[in-house]
Structures are given as C-alpha cells and as structure tokens.
C-alpha cells in the first residue's frame, strides 16, 4: 500500500496561494503589497479549479504563484516599507504630543527614499526589453502630464510627466524615428520605430481634464512611479547613443511662456557645453553645418575643437556620410539572417534607411506658420520629426521665440482650421484711397482674414495624411472650407471582399448590391416624376421645352384637333347605355359563360384604352411612355436575378455535399469560418449602403 499524501502538499494547492496568505506571509499591509507587485511585474493568476487550490471552506477570489511570492520574500523594497511604517508612527507620536518642529524635522530627514534601479535592471535585461514594453509606459506618462494637479496628482509629479515625455519628443525629432500618427476620438497614436521596435502610444487631446471620484489615483500613481524611472532610463540610453548629453538644459523662463520643446537645449558630447538649438537655425548652410558637426561628434570621428568651417565647407559629403551612418547604426540594431547554404540566394536584410530618408526630407523644404486656431504642439511635433525645421506660430499660443510670423514672407505653408478665408482685395485706384492711407499714399496694412498671395494655406489633417501616405497631398484637397477626405488609421489594411472607403463604390459592391441600388434609383426617379407638376421642369426627363410647347399649341383655337379616348365616366355612361338597349331588344342575350367572356372583353378593352390614354397624355406632355420600358428593364432585372438564384443554389447544395464528406470536428471548424465570414459581409454591405446614401444625398444637396 503506497503512502497517503497529504491533503494540500501537491497539485493546485501547492502551486497557487491565495492574496490573504500572501499578505501574512510578507508582513506587510495590503496597499504596500499592491505596490510592491506593480513594480515587480506580479499580478494575479487564473487556477482552472478554484475549489481545488483553496485550502479553506470559502472560495477565494484572487490567487498568486506560491513561486512569485516566495520571490518577493528577499525583496529590498520590503525593508523600505517598514522604515516607512516606523517613520509615521514616530511622527504621529510626535503630533500627539504636540511636537510639530520634531515630526517635521522626521519627515525632513529621515524618511526613506525607494529607489527602483534594481527593478528596472530585473525586469528588463537588455534595452530591446525596455523598448517593448514602452507602450503602456508612454501613453500614462503622457496621460498624466495632461492632468491638472490635485490633491491625488500632486504638481512634481506632473512636471516630471511633462519633462521625460517632452525628452522623448526631442529624440524623435532628432533622429527622425516616427512613422506615422493618427486623429481619433480618444486622442492622438503615434508610432515610432526605435531600434527595429514599432512604438505605438497615445496622447490625449489637451481639453480641460476632470478627474472622476471613481478612479483610484493610487494605483495609477504606483505606475506612474514605475514608469518615469523606466522612461529616464531610456532617455539616458537614448540620447548618449547618439552623442547628446542626457539630461538637457531646461529654460525655465521659457518654460513658463509656454516654449514647451523650444524649451531645451541639446548639447552634444565633448563640445565644451556649447547649446544647439535647433529652433533658431535660420539658413539653411547653417543646418547642415550643425548636422555635419553632430555625426562627426556622435560617431567619435572629430575632436572636440573641430572648426565649423571644415563642417560648411564639406556639408554635401557630409550629407552622404551621414546617411551611411545611420544604415550602419540601423543595421547593427536589427536582426541580420544569414543563410547556412553558401549556393542559396541572399536574403535580402532589414532596414530602416529608407524610412528614415523620407521621415526628414518630406517637410523639409517649407517654411510653416501656424494660426491661432491650431493645436500647435502636435503639429510642430510632426512637423519637425519629418524634417521640417522653421515653424512659426501666433505669439497668442506660447514663446514668441518663433521661426517667422504671419506677415513674414518665407512662409510657404500656413495650417488653418477656418470656415475659409477671402482672397485680398484688389488694389485700389487713386481715387479711392482710405483716410486710414498714410501720408505718402500707399496701401494700408493687410487684414488678418485674408490670404498672402503665394501661401499655400491647408487644414490640419494635410500634415497627418501626408505623413501616414508617405509623400505630399493635394493642397487644394485641404484647403480652408473644403470637405475633406476620410481621415483613416494607418494600421487598418483593407482586405479583400470588405469595404473600402478608397475605391468607388461601383467596383467593390457586389452584383445584388448594384440591381438593388439602380431599382431604388428608378423608384425614386418615378417618384419624381409623379409628384411634378405639369409645368415643373426635372432634370434627366426629355421633352421639356417641347411639352409646353405642344400644350400652348393645344389651347389654341387654330390648333390641331386631337381625339383623345374617352374618360372614365365616359365608359361608364356608354356601359350603361349598352346595357339599357339590350334590356329593350326582344332578344333573350347570351348565357352565363358568354355574359363572362363578353365582360372580360369589355375589361381588357377598357385597360387598353386606358394605357392608350396615359400614352396619348404623355405624348402631349412631350414624356416617353413609361410601361413598356420599365416591364421590359423588369423583366430582364427578373431574368437575371432568377439566372444569378439558381446559380447560388447550386453551389449551396455543392457545399452541403462537401460538408458531409467532412469530419464532425472540421465541418464545426468551416461552420464558424462561414459564420464570421457572413458576419464581415454583413458589416461591409451596410457600410457600403451607408456610402452610397451620403453620395445620393450629396448628389441631391449639389443639383
């Protein structure tokens, strides 16, 4: 007989320990224990029977790892905890005795301070680690610096948000790393790819946040914590692989006029602390000195007193040096394959080059000023990421420490987001001057609602779809008052059979979508027609002109004589005549199947006459008669549509006799793949029903 094992030693019950015991095991109270598993990366786990891992009469709810928490046992941050708990109760006894001075100078200098190094350096072995899990850390931190300062925010906190994410913008900028951003109804994604890793975050638009009474701020703000050391982390990395000093100059003047990324100034390594300022480059010899002297610095290749006279004089050799320094930079970041046949082919290797070479030339060449109106720092974000370097603004949205103003006429691009804006009037004559003229007779000043002749001016989303397609869109698509094209996400790729919004309707929807279609046309059109009146012109009905023609011809004394068929009433009374006369004859009539046939005869007779009249009626009113067109188009829509059902049965019943071949498992399998397959269909039909009503209304609103 083999050893009874004891109840609770193996199994689920061993695996899995409940959040109670774990709390005990620790000693330490459940908020630090949350704490603690946040920035340990622990988190609850899923047994598949709960029954079996509880080791007590009542199910519990929440379970561990009995591995993860025997982890946390040798843990640093558990004696940190408890001198935090020793430090409160000293202070309150301080505060009890009324020892204000003493319970201050405890706070002061004897509360301990939690450093997460440690962590960082578990959790993420290697930078491509930290990278990944960059996501979520980007898109709170950008939450957070959005958010005004409350009692649970507290303001440091929020300008620590603010200065790290605004760090990051630099790096993108200066490297040219995003990719692509889009508009949506929770805020702005952007993407990035850093060292072969595609970044994807989001930031909120900057309306006026109201934080709500059931969020619990103290778990956010644990993950606040966590984050800002791992995003310092990575800024430091980040920046010193490209030759900057990590952290940047912040001006705090600047910073208070609302400068934001104007705000830093990025030094290089080893150039005896000189600023660069990328905003007041001017000309454009001085940028790409200034670029020449950043990679001689960041690849090693110059020393520190290299003469920006050398960098000036070899800019386009540097131009191409450069672009070969970061293939190299990029190339040693990404996966390299090799093949293991030396007679196979050679595989062609991943690289970022290409993307990097469009992101900085693609606004490079204008000069951008953006109005009151727009939301400037995402713009000026993207605009400067993707190459552009002289962005100016209104003095009314920050630092007037801008490229150019309004009036400035290097401006190139202005962004607008106005109903339209009226072209400048014309000149005047000599006539006609103003007595807001000056002295000398010139022209006054022009006003701030009218365009600058030779300014392109365009709306937001030009920059946005410009920069998700790759290449410059149509100004004129963009340009103030216009509608414009559909905003789409960049990562959403149309497959084939579903809708998309980018091809006309006519060659994606379907044959049964298209009769359907064309029938509410005709319908809609003998609607029309209907409710016209005689002398009401439509569009698309010939014979117009000729049809009132033909009707003043009628009321003419002198016209033509046309004898139309008679009335309704008319047959009636001619009925009824005929009927009086053959009572009075003599003659006994017909029997009852004859009486039949001979008043089908007087039925059919009077349907003829009276589609001869609404000929007749239509001919005078200059319209082509309708029933013989409209019974043929139906007949033949009929005929095809029967051709197009038999067909469709067909292969059904195909189907059917394939499925019974399958076994049970695969036939459930291809059930659900239809299933989901009728679903998409469905979804891209009333989508695409739904396109074709706004282009009928459309159309409708321009005639």
């Known amino acids: 007989m083999g050893k009874i094992k004891k109840k609770g030693t193996s199994g689920n019950a061993k695996l899995y320990i409940t959040r109670s015991q774990a709390v005990r095991k620790l000693q330490i109270p459940l908020p630090d224990f949350r704490r603690l598993c946040i920035f340990k990366g622990i988190y609850p786990r899923e047994p598949r029977s709960k029954k079996r891992a509880s080791k007590s009469s009542t199910p519990s709810t929440t379970f561990y790892y009995t591995k993860d928490i025997q982890y946390l046992l040798h843990e640093p941050l558990l004696n940190k905890f408890r001198d935090q708990k020793a430090l409160a109760k000293k202070i309150s006894k301080a505060l009890g005795r009324n020892e204000v001075s003493d319970a201050a100078r405890l706070e002061r200098n004897f509360t301990p301070r939690l450093r997460l ?112 050391t791992l995003l310092s982390f990575v800024n430091f990395r980040l920046y010193t692989s490209i030759g900057l000093v990590y952290p940047p100059k912040l001006d705090a003047k600047s910073e208070e006029s609302g400068a934001e990324l104007s705000a830093f100034q990025l030094e290089n390594q080893g150039d005896g602390g000189k600023a660069e300022m990328a905003e007041v480059m001017d000309t454009e010899m001085h940028t790409k000195a200034q670029a020449e002297a950043d990679r001689l610095l960041s690849l090693g290749e110059a020393e520190a007193g290299t003469d920006a006279g050398e960098a000036q004089s070899g800019s386009q050799a540097g131009e191409q040096s450069e672009s070969s320094a970061v293939d190299e930079l990029t190339s040693t970041t990404l996966d390299q394959f090799t093949s ?132 410059l869109q149509r100004a004129d698509l963009y340009a103030p008052g216009a509608t414009l094209p559909p905003h789409l996400s960049p990562w ?91 009572e009075g004859d003599e003659w006994g009539g017909f029997s009852g199947d004859e009486a039949g046939d001979e008043a089908g005869d007087v039925d059919q007779a009077a349907h003829e006459a009276r589609e001869h009249q609404a000929e007749l009626e239509a001919e005078a009113l200059g319209r082509q008669p309708q029933s013989g067109k409209n019974d043929a188009k139906k007949h033949a829509r009929e005929a095809a549509q029967s051709k197009r059902t038999k067909a469709e049965r067909e292969a059904q019943e195909d189907v059917e006799r394939r499925k019974l071949m399958m076994p049970r498992r695969k036939r459930k399998m291809f059930e659900k793949m239809v299933y989901s397959n009728a679903k998409k269909d469905e979804e891209a039909e009333r989508l695409r029903a739904k396109k074709r009503k706004i282009e009928k209304v459309g159309g409708k609103q321009k005639v």
Not at 222 to 228: A, C, K
Not at 343 to 371: W, Y
Not at 504 to 520: F, I, K, R, V
Request: charged fraction near 30%; glycine fraction near 6%; include cysteine.
């Open 492 to 582: 959403v790729k149309p497959k084939r059979g579903g809708y998309d919004p980018t091809v006309p309707l006519a060659e994606q929807e379907t044959a049964a979508e298209a009769e359907a279609g064309s029938d509410e046309d005709e319908v809609d059109a003998d609607e029309a027609l209907e409710e016209a009146s005689d002398g009401e012109e439509i569009e698309g009905v010939r014979g117009d002109e000729e049809a009132r023609g033909l009707e003043e011809e009628l009321d003419d004394d002198d016209g033509m004589d046309v004898e139309l068929a008679a009335s309704d009433d008319e047959e009636d009374d001619l009925a009824a005549e005929t009927v009086a006369g053959a």
């Open 117 to 228: 190094d440690h962590i960082i350096k578990e959790r993420y072995p290697t930078f491509v680690d930290a990278l990944r899990d960059l996501d979520d850390a980007l898109s709170m931190l950008f939450l957070f610096g959005n958010l005004p300062s409350t009692e649970n925010v507290p303001p440091k906190a929020v300008a620590k948000c603010q200065r790290l994410t605004l760090e990051f913008e630099h790096y993108l900028i200066r490297t040219h790393a995003l990719r692509k951003s889009f508009l949506s109804i929770k805020g702005i994604y952007y993407q990035a790819t850093i060292h072969g890793q595609d970044i994807l975050w989001l930031v909120p638009y900057r309306f006026v946040q109201r934080t709500g009474a059931d969020v619990d701020f103290r778990i956010m703000a644990t993950f606040v914590e966590f984050y800002t």
């Open 340 to 471: 293991l046949d030396p007679n196979a082919d050679t595989l062609l290797q991943p690289s970022l080059t290409a993307d990097v070479q469009t992101a900085s030339e693609l606004f490079e060449p204008f000069n951008v000023f953006l109005s009151r109106e727009t939301p400037r720092h995402p713009l000026e974000f993207i605009l400067r990421a993707f190459g552009c370097k002289r962005v100016g603004w209104d003095t009314s949205l920050g630092d007037p420490g801008a490229y150019c103003s309004e009036d400035d006429t290097r401006v190139t691009h202005q962004i607008v987001d106005r109903p339209d804006i009226p072209l400048p009037s014309p000149p005047q004559t000599d006539g006609e001057l103003d007595a807001d003229d000056d002295e000398e007779g010139g022209v006054g000043a022009r006003k701030t609602n009218e365009r600058v002749p030779g300014r392109i001016y365009v709306q937001p989303q030009w920059v946005w779809d410009s920069v998700n397609a790759g290449q």
